[in-house]
């Protein structure tokens, strides 16, 4: 057995759950168990020369402002605030990367790997589920791809990453996850939900 | 039998048949109809027993506004009490109960109140209050209660779903009646996201079962089916029937309840049966409508006096005809539309009673072509019949006198319906405007100015007229889009033709109670549902409540669960005329939400049962409940307080497991504690200042106490801060302030610091923590960690080192909570769960002891750690016996305030230990005294905090804060005096630490 135990390892059981409706489960459900997730924060005289380090070693282009996310084959960087960001990346060896190459007098990285669970979910009815527990317009034109949030939903602190039209990405502190999940299933279940393997 | 189902006509699909019972008795009806229509048909007219008079009463209305026909609907833990039988679908197996009477509807023993009458007057309560004696309350009362009130709620749990979500639209267009409709249209058209709104079922308000009017040539409920049809094919449109609108709120945010499965038995396929919404957005439509006006007149209450419009609704939509012989009774032309179509649908209507002399030629001509007889210049003076009307008194009526004649006719007919005029449906606007204006055309209230981003349209504004009401409509769906930040495109307006005979309800004769010159002075309601009658607003005005504010409190007028839909304007007419002023002078009382009430179960949401709070678990939490812990909250988190073996209660269990740590090695779950890490640059010069205690000395890998200051001076937080690297540390606070703390730190980096280059980060959840506790606690650790040093040299108390576990990366940490030799050992919390099996497997050779919070706080107090109780927001550094703690040489947060005359009085309250004298148990919260007996206990000199049974000096102990301190007190005898709990018992004070004073046992 390995050491490492998911949050959410005995209660994600795979199989369909709640409403039965002729197009299938509404929404798909599956912990999300990134390698490393890391904070980044830069200090406010050094934010333009720590994204053009993040934007040459993760190899893309970090977004202009809070709210918004970039993603490239190293990861998925989520600008949570001005000067911070959030890296989910399953590329092997990228917390001791980053660690070498950023110095503390130009920002820091904080290892959050441990400290929060990862869901995601898609399908048509995803945007109806995570409405049921907060006030954000996910209308694709108002919450558009990459788009990033962090907000409550039962209570429950959460950093929220739209990855395409239907597919969201959540990352919960990792004591909250279960209650999470059982309010998230709960939620879903008026559109009937299938869970899947974690990873998949 | 008086109702029945008319042989054709109506919305509802007479192929599908659905049996229900009300009151246990089984009757039919069709699909479409609704409870009160249903009953209706099948010849029911009596619905309920009054308030407070027990008045047997029917069916008032077709709508919402009903103040009459309240039932409990459904059974058991479903079972909803006051709705409203005019507004309940009809489903199969449907069960509703009366209310409010007993031993039966037919037969109840409480309408005796009605004779009693006088006695119910308007401030009874406070009458009763005031009473003989302030004792006639307590005597009266619960048979006060037994008698009043409504339905009664459910004791069972509602095994139902109930959930909440959010909406977010451009424009939401309330009610989708023309008005609404027409508005949504044109908003949709402009391509802004439109929610569309109703409280029933099915779109088209009035339009709804008209038959005779037309749009652009087309049947008018044609039109709305096409308009349907247009705005639902659109995206971006929602359209939500049975859905309430029922409170407007700050920033545009409205609040609805959607009853999802309100019309089913029971909800299928994991619905909730209602949904509340929260509904942002930037521009709202009211489109409302208005409701009919009563006229007040003696036994206006009688089964089978109706509102007009809805003795023509319910044959209209349901096919129901309300009775068989009516007479019509109204101030304006639109209760003529009823009287023809009832007429029409094969009613007889033994008369029109109207007090205007002069009514239009195209209503004199369709009454005259029909052979109605119409009574211009005359008035309904009273009804009467009991259970169901059986006549109408008639009298001539002067209107340029305003005299009411003889009554010199009695009139056979078992309905009775009445028009006083319409009272536009403003509640929204009110909740979310000025002050509503009275337009004496109508002889009510329209909207007063928005100080929302909301346009009131239709009915609701006044206007009356299918024209109006769709050109209006469509301009404020026009202007609504642009608000929002759309351009739209002029509607044409639609060419409407309505029968002559349809008259608006804007030519009214005002006219509010008729009393008559002589005879009998019968009870004539104002407030159906609440029972206020004309004479109690008179009695109200007469004993000086002429406010409408007080008029309403004093009475109860509008205050029921209808909360006064039919009977405040009249309420208002009735004291304006009192009072000999007009009624804008006397003013009307505003609307708050909700429009109609609302269910706690849509309030509530899912957040009932184990959704009530969110839980917080550790690492271990499924280990802890296996192993048989009993879990008890701190905060959120879940902490395992013992670990209770067969046959062991509570104090059993932690005394063996505080002895265990004493005596071998235990370990506890230390997951829970608050951990920030704190990065930069300046971190260590930012510890320096926001700890009491200097921190410029701490070297890589090692940990120091530090304890935490407010502004004010008193003691915030304390815990441990490791420094980890050159830049990096990591502090650690009391489970309880740990985001506290965090909020503290930002808000000093952000404010007071802002040039620091320091990062603060909650690293609580990153890290599983395990304390591995006693004089076998090297041992153990020893045998699963093979590539650390372990020695006292290698990690020294309060070391800090890297290691391996059996494979797992940890921290070792050399601190003590429990004054015995101890480690922290730390993991990433995906590891926690493993880590703490393979130290259990570890520490089996060495009789390693799972402990929980009651063990661990034993074992700080026979230590003297203070804890929560003692760091309570009150006590100071010296106040705890850590003074020493307070640097004198560097300036940090609190200082000057803890450096307060106050806070360095002998005299303040002092932490010490005490120990039981008698061998009782200590109680925290109980008082230290000097006097020897309950009786006589004295002042109180301190209190008792922390408790406990002191496995290793044989006693029971407590942390105490005491006057003066130790010094003075040290072995004093004083009494620890809980009398409200009950306890005097005699104690011995003793320094605070009672166990290892030279911590020997920890530096080994």
């Known amino acids: 057995m390995s050491n490492l135990v998911y949050a959410l390892e005995d209660a994600a059981q795979p199989g369909v759950y709640g409403a039965a409706g002729t197009e299938g489960p509404g929404v798909t459900i599956s912990e999300h168990r990134p390698e490393s997730m890391l904070q980044l924060g830069a200090w406010p005289d050094t934010q333009a020369s720590f994204e053009a380090l993040l934007a040459s070693t993760l190899n893309l282009s970090v977004p202009s402002r809070p709210g918004l996310a970039s993603v490239s084959s190293e990861g998925s960087l989520l600008v949570i605030a001005p000067g911070r960001y959030l890296l989910v990346s399953d590329k092997p060896g990228i917390t001791q990367q980053l660690s070498g190459q950023i110095d503390a007098d130009q920002g820091v990285v904080t290892d959050l790997s441990h400290a929060r669970a990862g869901i995601r979910m898609t399908g048509r009815n995803a945007a109806d589920v995570l409405r049921k527990g907060f006030a954000i317009d996910l209308d694709i034109r108002k919450f558009p791809v990459h788009s990033v949030a962090q907000t409550t939903f039962h209570h429950i602190g959460l950093t929220l990453h739209r990855t395409d039209e239907t597919t969201f990405e959540l990352f919960i502190f990792r004591g909250f996850a279960l209650s999470f999940w059982e309010a998230l299933t709960d939620a879903a279940l008026e559109y009937g939900y299938q869970v899947a393997g974690a990873g998949q | ?1004």
């Not at chain 2, 409540?545 to 009249?570: C, I, W």
């Open chain 2, 1 to 1004: 039998m008086s109702g029945y189902r008319l042989n054709s006509g109506g919305l509802v699909d007479r192929t599908k048949r659905l049996n229900f019972t009300f009151d246990g008795k089984s009757y039919s009806g069709f699909e479409g109809d609704t409870l009160a229509s249903a009953l209706l048909a099948n010849g029911v007219s009596l619905f309920g027993r009054s308030f407070k008079y027990h008045r047997p009463r029917g069916v008032y209305s077709a709508g919402p506004e009903e103040p009459n026909a309240l039932v409990t609907l459904r059974s058991g833990g479903r079972a909803e009490p006051n709705t409203k039988a005019t507004v309940i679908e009809l489903y199969e197996g449907l069960e509703a109960q009366s209310q409010n009477c007993w031993p039966s509807l037919e037969h109840d023993l409480l309408s005796i109140n009605q004779l009693g009458g006088p006695m119910l007057v308007a401030g009874f309560y406070y009458k009763t209050f005031m009473g003989p004696t302030r004792k006639a309350w307590m005597f009266y009362e619960h048979f006060i209660r037994k008698a009043a009130g409504l339905g009664a709620a459910a004791k069972e749990a509602d095994p139902d779903r109930y959930e909440k979500s959010n909406l977010f639209c451009d424009v939401l267009v309330v009610g989708a009646g023309p008005s609404g409709l027409a508005a949504a249209l044109t908003a949709a058209r402009s391509g802004a996201r439109v929610v569309l709104a109703d409280e029933n079922p099915e779109a088209g308000g009035a339009l709804l079962g008209e038959s005779q009017d037309t749009i652009d040539g087309q049947p008018a409920q044609d039109w709305v089916a096409k308009t349907l049809a247009e705005l639902t094919a659109l995206p971006d449109v929602t359209f939500m029937p049975r859905t309430t609108v029922y409170g407007y709120y700050d920033h545009n945010i409205l609040g609805a309840v959607e009853r999802v499965a309100d019309h089913l038995a029971t909800p299928v396929n994991h619905q909730p049966r209602q949904k509340h919404w929260t509904i942002r957005c930037a521009s709202v439509v009211i489109a409302t409508g208005a409701i009919e006006r009563p006229i007040v007149f003696d036994g206006n209450d009688t089964p089978g006096v109706m509102l007009a419009d809805a003795t023509r609704r319910f044959a209209q939509r349901q096919g129901v005809a309300v009775g068989r012989q009516a007479v019509v009774f109204t101030n304006n032309d639109s209760a003529y539309r009823a009287a023809l179509d009832l007429k029409d649908a094969g009613v007889d209507i033994a008369a029109i009673v109207d007090p205007r002399n002069t009514i239009p030629d195209a209503l004199t001509e369709a009454v005259q072509t029909r052979g109605i007889r119409l009574l211009s210049g005359h008035v309904v003076t009273g009804a009467k019949g009991g259970k169901r009307l059986k006549t109408v008194e008639v009298a001539t009526f002067d209107a340029g006198s305003q005299s009411v004649g003889e009554s010199k006719e009695w009139i056979a007919a078992d309905t009775l319906a009445v028009s006083g005029g319409w009272t536009p449906t403003i509640h929204l606007a009110s909740q979310a405007g000025d002050k509503p204006v009275f337009d004496d055309k109508i002889a009510s209230f329209v909207p007063g100015k928005a100080l929302q981003a909301w346009r009131a349209v239709g009915a609701c504004n006044g206007d009356f007229g299918l024209a109006d009401c769709l050109s209006a409509g469509s301009k404020a769906g026009a202007g609504a889009v642009e608000d929002a930040g759309f351009t739209s495109e002029a509607t044409p307006t639609p060419d409407v033709a309505v029968p002559a005979h349809a008259g608006s309800g804007g030519s009214l004769y005002p006219i509010w109670e008729i009393s008559r010159p002589s005879g009998p002075k019968g009870k004539k309601f104002v407030d159906l549902q609440h029972d206020v009658t004309a004479e109690d607003v008179r009695l109200a005005q007469r004993e000086g409540f002429e406010s409408v504010e007080h008029l309403k409190r004093y009475t109860t007028l509008g205050m029921a669960a209808d909360q006064g839909k039919t009977s405040n304007v009249n309420g208002l007419a009735l004291m304006a005329a009192a009072l000999e002023r007009s009624i804008p002078e006397v003013g009307t009382t505003r609307f708050r939400p909700p429009y109609t009430p609302v269910t706690l179960g849509a309030l509530g949401g899912r957040e009932t049962g184990h959704h009530l709070a969110p839980v917080r678990r550790t690492p271990m939490h499924d280990w802890h409940v296996k192993a048989g812990a009993d879990m008890l909250t701190a905060g959120q988190w879940m902490r395992p307080q013992v670990y209770r073996k067969a046959g062991e209660d509570v104090f059993a269990a932690y005394v063996r497991e505080a002895k265990a740590v004493r005596e071998g090695v235990g370990m506890v779950d230390v997951s829970t504690l608050g951990k920030i890490a704190v990065q930069g640059p300046d971190a260590q010069n930012f510890l320096n200042l926001v700890y009491s205690n200097g921190f410029k000395t701490l070297a890589v890998g090692k940990a120091r106490y530090g304890l935490m200051l407010r502004e004010d001076g008193f003691v915030y937080d304390d815990g441990t801060t490791w420094r980890l690297g050159e830049t990096e540390y990591l502090m650690t606070t009391t489970t309880a302030n740990a985001a506290g703390v965090l909020a503290h730190l930002e808000f000093l980096l952000a404010t007071v610091w802002p040039e620091l280059r320091v990062q603060v980060t909650s690293v609580t959840e990153q890290w599983a923590g395990v304390a591995v506790a006693g004089p076998k606690s090297r041992a153990t650790l020893e045998s699963v960690i093979k590539d650390l040093d372990l020695s006292n040299e290698g990690v020294p108390f309060m070391g800090v080192q890297p290691g391996t576990l059996d494979g797992i990366p940890v921290l070792v940490a050399r601190l003590s909570f429990s004054g015995e030799m101890a480690f922290e050992v730390y993991t990433g919390a995906n590891y926690g769960a493993a880590l703490w099996d393979k130290l259990m497997a570890a520490g089996e050779a060495f009789g390693l002891v799972p402990y929980g919070t009651e063990a661990l706080g034993t074992l700080r107090i026979e230590k003297g750690h203070v804890a929560g109780p003692e760091l309570d927001g009150r006590t100071t550094a010296k106040d705890l016996g850590l003074g020493g703690m307070a640097s004198r040489k560097k300036h940090y947060i609190g200082r000057p305030l803890m450096e307060r005359e106050a806070l360095n009085e002998d005299n303040r309250l002092g932490l010490v230990g005490v120990i039981s004298s008698n061998g009782k148990p200590l109680r925290a919260g109980s008082h230290l005294v000097a006097g020897q007996t309950a009786e006589q206990p004295g002042k109180s000199l301190g209190h008792v905090s922390s408790t406990t049974y002191s496995p290793a000096i044989d006693k029971f102990v407590a942390l105490a804060m005491l006057e003066g301190g130790l010094e003075p007190n040290e072995n004093r005898e004083l009494f620890a005096a809980d009398p409200l709990r009950g306890g005097h018992d005699p104690v011995q004070v003793v320094h605070p630490c009672f166990f290892d004073k030279d911590g020997s046992r920890m530096h080994v």
